[in-house]
């Protein structure tokens, strides 16, 4: 293929341009060899000459065809050069807005400057288990790569991550860790992929800063190792640095800043812990505003010093430590601004006592003023026999302080990032790791210095070992393949790195002119140029004798000489670092203590954690100069060779990441920029080594589907080899056999060859349509041609019809006029005759009537008079009539009054009657009885103290009687006058005591008189508001009967609506909380399986999985849900039944129509009962609240009266004896007959009769209560009844009347019919009637079968104890046995075992047993016997048995599962058992909403002595755990075969055509193994899975549920693929796509699925197909899509758009404008920001109640099971 061929008319090339790099152009005329020009027509119309140097014969770079625009994997690009690179990512980021890009192994990340939503959990876990390749670019399929390589090869791996400030390393890297935080997790409870991403705040603050490029530019590398155990988990991790930019804490160019943590600490001084400090603005410090402006836009230093500490906090650093970091720092900043006074001789300085911020510097590390302020003037010279002390000068002593400065900094930084490593360190042996190196790109600057050399020297070093890599798997590929191995030129920058690294190297000489004592820059510069002054990599400026220039592999660097040594050196004077080490705060002295390593980075293995270092008391000074003497250049590059050995180590993992812009705007594109960090990364030369070999690759199956239209139609028809047919397509297209290779399974093309054989297949295309367009021409000419003849033809034969028809309307019109003639004529003449004929008829008429009214007038005068004379005579009748009935109704009202004047008499006479009064003032009993009580308990206190009075006079008088008697002994005998005198005064004292009592009972009275009053009040009170409540109470009725039954109907149907939405949302919670109880019970058993594993030791070994896992489930409380479920479950047993026999019989129909009228009624009067409850209760508020206030009195009263023994036979309010209501009466009579005859109470209490007649009024009063009580309430149910009576009648006469006139008005024949369905309908009713009675009758009399049963059965026991006593007695008696024989008893549907066979039980029935063995069985054997066992023990009412056997039941079966969670049968099996066991205890549970289909012989099954609701809810929450293993069987199985089966499998052979070379997939990355699956594997899984459940007798419902699951999960995981992968997503794919979701519609119609829902699942996935075949051009195309795609969430259909790929070039793209009227006609949706589905989502399963229709009794159990020992009762 010569380049004639190649530069030819229409071809399109790539020329230079100054501002876009790289220009399009369309050549215009061919070119031809020797040609000086070449003509081109840029995009802009321009036409331009392009030079082309013979000599040279350099020609423009060729452009690839559209098609291959947009590619994921630039090497797959057929023309690989820089402009062709630096397009397709144009393309990818602009139109596209693709970030990510694979560049071969390598992947091109471009900061967007923008929060992207593709970082999701959802995003991982899309990611999580595919080939790299399968998928569009991520940062997480570089990820999966490496977690994959690591599981698989059992090799260490390493993602470096590079780029230069501001590309977003750091982000890539954190994402990476975020991956494998999420697909590894944590083997333990320490969270370590937390802490590693925590550590991100506190590294960015002390090692970022503010650069001319980046805000927040990492200042130092960082390789962050991620250790994994053997399953793959994340135990650890560990981070190492390099090259810390130390000299950014002395020193910080224009618009820069120090680093964050410094800024961080001065905006939070003003806090009260941070007073100490002495802090203030970061403006007054030196160190921290050399750059200017000391803030950064959008940064809140406060806040971000906050998330710092919290850090700390989280990784454990203390909080003394944390202060003493922050003490350091502070002393820093006191440090820089020491201020300093030259001396005069200018060799000398000094410093100023008074300085403040020495002090603070001195005071914050703990150590010595003055030894510190002189030792910053002064430095030590010590030789081998004196030691000196020498002035320093001013320049001299800025050095040493900035020095100082920076170690005392890298000191802190390096002891944080060990505390760190530290926190991150784990014990558990490290299996193998992952390490992410996040270091600095390629830089160079205007003046680049000591950093920038040492950055650049890395990444020359970083570059080598990706060629090397490179290189060697280009080399494997080729060998797998088979094809000769030729070698291939790339660039190798050993010469360079020798250059830097190699003896007498510039580090070299570096550090043996740092050795130099009196060495300078000019020497060291002057030393390079002679000694490198001749190497090609390596030169000088011509204008400066202080720089060097070395040309690195991405550009030449001119690097300063200035400050070189003194940034080697790093020098820090002895005397300082000793003060220091002498600080008082240990922090401070450990930081400086002499350290074994001086490399900052450790060992994975085993230096990963800090250790204290212990200071010896006598350091040895010459230790720590070996030690001083180690230079930054050597350090770094000792480092560097250990990261390198790691990396050597390992599989490396490339990410380069690319700023698009200086000014981070986002998604801008600055081509200059871009093209410096390709050349710069690396990725250029990636592209130039794969196109110096074979960089197209196709596989022989995707080569002939793309080029078998460049083959005759002979070689296509031959039956042969695949690789045969395109090794003879190739030679006969392509001459030179050099352009490509044949390999094992691919063919391998030379660049530029498949844009070749794309011009080639377009030239044959444009051909075809030529051809095509020509014979579609030619075609449509003709039926244009046919169609004119044939118009012509129809013209002529309509026009010869026109003339035709216009004469025969010529003739039919003059035919017509003479008609209309002749009857106009005609007429005329009639209508002058009719006019004469009606005149004579008018005067006739006229004439007539005029006699005629005459006679008239006449006759009507006569009857007038006849009139008046009429009614004269009735009004003189009237009024005669009138005047007698006056005077009749006169005498009427006399007589009638005074028959009222004697009513009215008798009626007062009545009145004043007992019973009247009575009548009247019933509700006034209870008050005159409380107050009659009052009275009488005043009247026993009055009597009482009486008493007490009489008692004490009757004693004081025999006292006083007594005195008298001793006085008169004590006169005769002494005459002694004081003793009278002394007695005379005790009578007085008593006296006085006598009418204090008296005085007490008189205020005791009048107590009693104020307390009565009060409670009157109170009485009046509360009658007064018990009116008021009962207005309300009226009020509040007429407001709830103001609302209609619509209101209170959509009321209801609201709150059901509500009730089932809150319904569905408990159980989704609910099923959710048990499915993390399901995972964290395996957790633990896993954890408890390798715990038993590790503490394991020969002998004696338990299994732990033998030991319960159900004993929180055995005593499981109850939980109310379970009745709601079972609600549940009736309800929709209801709706299925009322589904499935939607032909009800007359019987039911009749009997529910019955049932609702009495549900009416019974509600009516429920309601008129409520209303009269309320309405007494109102009334009798009064009553009972007097009746508890006088409670504790009455219990006094009976107190007090049952102390005398008149009262023994009476009952008091409060006692429990009966009291005779004649004695009572009596005792009643008696008291109103004393009245009679006296008002003395005194005298009534002489007799001890008034407590007894109080007692026996009291109990008069309460039984004519009682009685009239009664008979009102008997009154008022009677009159209730009878109303309602009379109201149903009145509705049934209603009812006849109504049905009587609609029967009037119908025909004889109907009326009969009628007639006959009303008769049948009122038999109906009594026959119903009848058998509901009978019903209850059969019921009661199995009840009591079935108790009589138990007590036969308890006899038979009994008698057979008996006898078995009384046999043993007389045994000795007897000779001979006689043998009883027992009849067989019929079997009740029980199995008996004992208690020890239990264990065999579930061995047999659950652990053992195999689904086949129970397969031509009844479905769900083993359930029904295990509920035949149960329902025995519940007979025999052992509940400890029935607690034994169910919790065993449970463990068995969560045992199986365990053992078998992959089997699907099994799943599938236990799940239909544990369902049917759970129907069984709903089923036979006695509850009546579960026995609504019971037969009469499954309802003797019901359980007699337990209520098992507990466990019910247990095997519920079973039954969930089960549903959702086996769900998550049939994903797993499901999963790898949805993507190849419902995108890729060509389903209609030759629609899709082969894109070109499509992702050339990593061999690394892919398995020998072919797994490619077709959508009938689908099906015939689906089949599989269906036909599995069905034969094991699961539920319908739960099988369309489990269907419906699937098709969720196989649309979720379909559709993240297609928004995640460009290839799939093309017209063709839409079309296969829409094809194979109709064969799972079909396939769901055929199993009568439909219904299941199942096919709404994947409206998703059909909007998505719908999508791919629409137009995409207009805005009516966009609005159609905005219609259809209701389904799809607004960044899902903006994602396809983006995502559409044309699969050949006569298929245009879609535009960035159509996409941009999409979004903008998308804003109004409220879509989520999710881009994924989530399809480990799991809708909610129900479990509806279906019952059995078999009886117990005739299940038969086969010998296989090996069952014997149950006995069938």
């Not at 590309?167 to 975020?178: E, F, L, P």
């Not at 705040?201 to 090692?207: D, K, N, R, T, Y």
């Not at 750059?291 to 700390?312: P, Y």
Request: include cysteine.
């Amino acid at each position: 293929m010569s380049v004639a061929e190649l530069y030819t008319k229409y071809t399109r090339v790539w020329i230079p341009d100054p501002e876009d790099v790289w220009k399009s152009a369309e050549i215009i005329k061919d070119y031809k060899e020797g040609d000086k020009t070449l003509q081109l027509k840029l995009e802009d119309e321009t036409i331009q000459e392009y030079p082309i140097d013979p000599k040279a014969d350099k020609l423009p770079f060729l452009r690839n065809p559209d098609i291959l625009v947009g590619e994921n994997d630039l090497t797959a690009l057929s023309y690989l050069h820089e402009p062709a690179v630096l397009h397709n990512l144009k393309v990818r980021f602009l139109e596209s807005n693709h970030i990510y890009t694979y560049c071969g192994i390598v992947l091109v990340a471009i900061n967007p400057y923008e929060q992207l939503p593709i970082y999701g959990q959802d995003v991982i876990y899309a990611y999580s288990g595919q080939n790299m390749g399968d998928m569009d670019p991520h940062i997480f399929a570089v990820a999966e790569e490496a977690y994959k390589q690591m599981a698989r090869d059992e090799k260490n791996q390493s993602i470096i991550v590079s780029g230069e400030s501001g590309a977003g390393k750091t982000v890539s890297a954190k994402y990476a860790m975020r991956f494998f935080a999420s697909v590894g997790g944590s083997s333990s409870e320490t969270n370590i992929e937390e802490k590693v991403l925590a550590s991100s705040p506190i590294m960015e603050a002390i090692g970022n800063a503010k650069t001319t490029r980046n805000d927040n530019s990492s200042r130092f590398g960082k390789y962050i190792q991620i250790g994994f155990d053997k399953r793959y988990r994340i135990i650890g991790a560990n981070m190492r640095t390099y090259l810390l930019e130390k000299s950014r804490v002395v020193f910080q160019a224009e618009d820069e800043r120090n680093y964050h943590i410094f800024y961080q600490l001065c905006a939070s001084a003003g806090l009260p812990e941070f007073k100490d400090l002495s802090l203030t603005c970061a403006e007054d410090f030196f160190y921290t505003s050399l750059g200017g402006d000391t803030s950064i836009e959008g940064v809140d230093d406060a806040e971000d010093f906050e998330r710092t500490r919290n850090a700390f906090t989280l990784l454990g650093v203390k909080d003394s430590h944390q202060m003493t970091i922050f003490k350091i720092l502070a002393a820093i900043l006191h440090l820089g601004n020491v201020g300093l006074q030259a001396e005069r001789d200018g060799e000398s300085c000094s410093l100023s006592k008074q300085d403040e911020h020495l002090h603070n510097f001195c005071r914050l590390l703990g150590v010595e003023h003055t030894q510190m302020e002189h030792w910053l003037c002064h430095r030590k010279l010590v030789t081998t026999s004196e030691t000196y002390i020498k002035n320093m000068s001013v320049q001299q002593v800025v050095n040493a302080r900035n020095a100082l400065a920076k170690h005392i900094y890298a000191q802190l930084f390096n002891w944080i990032v060990q505390h760190i490593n530290k926190a991150l360190y784990t014990t558990v042996k490290q299996h193998s790791f992952i390490g992410v190196l996040d270091i600095y790109g390629f830089e160079t600057f205007e003046v680049n210095s000591f950093e920038q050399f040492c950055i650049n020297y890395a990444n020359e070093k970083l570059q080598q070992q990706f060629n090397s890599h490179v290189f060697k798997l280009e080399q494997e590929e080729y060998m797998k393949e088979q094809i000769p191995w030729t070698l291939i030129d790339f660039y190798d920058n050993q010469p360079c790195i020798d250059l830097i690294e190699a003896k007498l190297g510039i580090l070299d000489l570096l550090d043996e002119e740092c050795k130099v004592p009196k060495g300078t820059d000019q020497n060291w510069a002057q030393k390079l140029y002679d000694r490198h002054g001749s190497s090609q990599h390596f030169q000088k400026p011509r204008m400066s004798n202080i720089s060097f220039i070395v040309a690195h592999f991405a550009d030449k660097v001119e690097y300063q000489c200035d400050g070189f040594l003194e940034k080697n050196r790093d020098t820090v004077y002895e005397e300082q670092i000793n003060i220091l080490k002498a600080s008082k705060y240990p922090m401070v002295a450990d930081l400086f203590h002499d350290e074994k390593d001086p490399v900052p980075a450790t060992p994975a293995g085993k230096g990963a954690s800090s250790k204290i270092n212990i200071r010896s008391a006598r350091p040895t000074v010459k230790a720590a100069n070996k030690e001083h003497k180690k230079t930054v250049g050597h350090q770094f590059r000792n480092s560097l060779h250990l990261l390198m050995e790691t990396l050597n180590a390992t599989t490396p993992h490339y990410v380069r990441c690319i700023k698009p812009n200086d000014e981070k705007l986002p998604f801008s594109f600055d081509p200059k920029r871009a093209v410096q960090q390709l050349r710069a990364c690396g990725v250029l030369e990636t592209i130039r080594i794969s196109a110096a070999g074979y960089p197209s690759r196709w596989t022989y199956h995707d080569f002939m589907n793309r080029y078998r239209v460049l083959m005759k139609k002979r070689d296509v028809s031959k039956k042969e080899d695949k690789k045969v047919a395109c090794k003879t397509l190739l030679e006969s297209l392509i001459k030179d056999p050099d352009k490509f290779q044949f390999g094992r399974t691919k063919i391998f093309f030379r660049a530029g060859q498949v844009a070749y054989l794309e011009k080639l297949r377009a030239d044959k295309f444009r051909a075809a349509t030529i051809m095509i367009q020509k014979t579609m021409r030619g075609w449509f000419q003709r039926m244009i041609y046919r169609k004119m003849r044939e118009s012509a033809i129809r013209i002529q034969r309509h026009g010869r019809g026109y003339l035709a028809r216009r004469l025969a309307a010529h003739l039919r019109q003059t035919k017509a006029a003479i008609v209309f003639q002749k009857q106009y004529r005609m007429l005329r003449v009639r209508r002058a005759y009719l006019v004469i004929r009606k005149a004579t008829i008018t005067i006739q008429a006229f004439t007539r009537g005029m006699f005629v009214r005459r006679s008239y007038r006449k006759m009507l005068m006569e009857h007038k008079a006849t009139i008046i004379q009429k009614h004269a005579r009735a009004w003189l009748a009237r009024k005669r009539f009138v005047r007698f009935r006056t005077a009749a109704v006169v005498v009427q009202c006399y007589f009638r009054r005074m028959k009222a004047k004697q009513e009215l008499k008798t009626l007062k006479i009545e009145a004043r009657s007992a019973e009247h009064l009575k009548r009247l003032n019933i509700g006034m009993e209870n008050k005159v009885v409380q107050l009659q009580r009052k009275v009488d308990e005043q009247n026993k206190e009055y009597k009482f103290l009486n008493e007490q009075l009489s008692t004490a006079t009757s004693t004081y008088s025999a006292e006083i009687s007594k005195l008298k008697k001793e006085l008169e002994h004590y006169q005769q005998k002494n005459k002694d006058g004081n003793q009278i005198t002394s007695l005379q005064e005790e009578i007085d004292t008593l006296r006085l005591a006598l009418e204090k009592a008296h005085g007490e009972r008189k205020i005791v009275e009048d107590t009693y008189t104020k307390e009565k009053d009060v409670l009157q009040k109170r009485i009046s009170d509360l009658e007064e508001e018990n009116v008021l409540l009962k207005q309300e109470k009226e009020d509040l009725n007429n407001k709830i009967l103001c609302q209609t039954e619509d209101e209170i109907a959509q009321n209801a149907v609201e709150e059901n609506l509500m009730m089932k939405k809150e319904l569905d949302e408990e159980r989704t919670r609910y099923q959710n909380l048990v499915k993390e109880y399901s995972r964290l019970e395996q957790r633990y058993d896993n954890l408890r399986d390798e715990m038993t594993i590790v503490k394991q030791t020969p002998g004696h070994r338990r299994n732990p999985s033998n030991q319960s896992s159900l004993e929180s489930d055995s005593n499981y409380p109850s939980i109310s849900t379970s009745e709601i479920g079972d609600t549940e479950d009736a309800i929709q047993q209801v709706e299925e039944v009322g589904l499935e026999k939607a032909a009800m019989d007359m019987t039911l129909f009749l009997k529910l129509q019955k049932r609702v009228r009495e549900l009416e009624q019974e509600r009516k009067k429920l309601q008129s009962q409520l209303e009269k409850k309320d309405t007494e209760s109102k009334k009798s508020q009064v009553i009972e609240m007097k009746n508890e206030m006088d409670l504790d009195r009455d219990t006094d009263l009976a107190y007090n009266s049952l102390k005398e023994p008149n009262n023994m036979q009476t009952s008091w309010p409060n006692s429990d004896k009966h009291v005779d209501p004649e004695d009572a009466i009596e005792a009643y009579h008696g008291v109103c007959q004393t009245n009679r005859k006296t008002e003395d109470w005194g005298y009534l209490n002489e007799d001890g009769e008034l407590g007894l007649a109080y007692q026996g009024l009291k109990q008069v009063a309460r039984l004519l209560e009682a009685q009239l009580q009664e008979q009102r309430r008997e009154h008022e149910e009677e009159l209730e009844t009878l109303k309602e009576e009379m109201e149903a009648l009145r509705v049934e006469m209603e009812k006849q009347q109504e049905a009587f006139y609609q029967t009037l008005q119908l025909s004889p024949e109907a009326q009969v019919e009628f007639g006959i369905q009303q008769e049948i309908t009122r038999l109906t009713n009594e026959n119903l009637d009848l058998k509901e009675l009978l019903e209850k009758l059969e019921k009661n009399e199995r009840k009591l079968k079935k108790q009589l049963r138990i007590y036969m059965k308890k006899v038979q026991d009994y008698e057979a104890d008996q006898a078995i006593v009384h046999t043993e007695k007389q045994r000795h008696e007897h000779t001979r046995e006689i043998t009883v024989p027992r009849k067989e008893k019929v079997f009740q549907g029980m199995l008996e075992y004992f208690k020890e066979d239990e264990p065999l039980l579930i061995k047999n029935l659950i652990i053992d047993l195999k689904p086949q063995t129970v397969s031509a069985t009844v479905p769900c054997l083993p359930a029904y016997i295990l509920y035949m066992c149960i329902r025995h023990a519940d007979y025999i009412n052992d509940d400890h048995k029935v607690h034994s056997l169910l919790t065993s039941t449970l463990n068995g079966i969560k045992k199986v599962l365990k053992k078998h969670n992959d089997d699907f049968e099994m799943t599938s099996f236990w799940l239909a058992n544990t369902c049917r066991l759970l129907h069984c205890l709903k089923q036979y549970s006695g509850d009546t909403g579960f026995m609504t289909q019971n037969t009469a012989k499954q309802n003797e099954h019901c359980l007699q002595n337990f209520d098992l609701t507990e466990y019910r809810q247990v095997l519920s929450d079973l039954s969930i755990q089960i549903y959702q293993q086996l769900i998550k069987i049939a994903e797993g199985v499901l999963q790898p075969m949805i993507v190849t089966a419902v995108l890729e499998n060509e389903s209609i052979q030759g629609l899709s055509g082969v894109k070109p070379m499509g992702y050339r997939k990593r061999s690394s990355s892919m398995e020998n193994t072919d797994n490619s699956y077709t959508l009938e594997a689908i099906i015939h899984q689906l089949n599989t899975f269906h036909s599995t459940m069905y034969d094991q007798g699961l539920d319908p419902e739960i099988i369309q549920q489990a269907v419906k699951q699937l098709f969720y999960m196989i649309n979720a995981v379909a559709l993240n693929n297609l928004l995640l992968r460009k290839d799939v997503c093309s017209w063709s794919t839409g079309m296969q796509l829409r094809f194979n979701i109709s064969q799972l519609e079909e396939w769901l119609r055929g199993k009568n699925l439909h219904q299941s829902g199942a096919a709404k699942t994947l409206e998703p996935l059909i909007q998505a197909a719908q999508l791919l075949q629409l137009k995409k051009k207009s805005s009516e195309d966009a609005e159609a899509i905005c219609y259809l795609c209701t389904s799809l969430t607004t960044q899902q259909i903006v994602k396809i758009l983006n995502l559409y790929t044309p699969v050949n070039e006569f298929e245009e793209r879609v535009t960035v404008a159509f996409i941009r009227n999409v979004q903008a006609l998308l804003q109004e949706r409220n879509d989520p920001p999710q881009l994924l589905l989530d399809f480990k989502f799991m809708f909610p399963v129900l479990f509806p109640f279906n019952p059995s229709s078999l009886t117990m009794d005739s299940i038969h159990i086969p010998a296989s099971l090996g069952l014997d020992f149950l006995v069938k009762v």
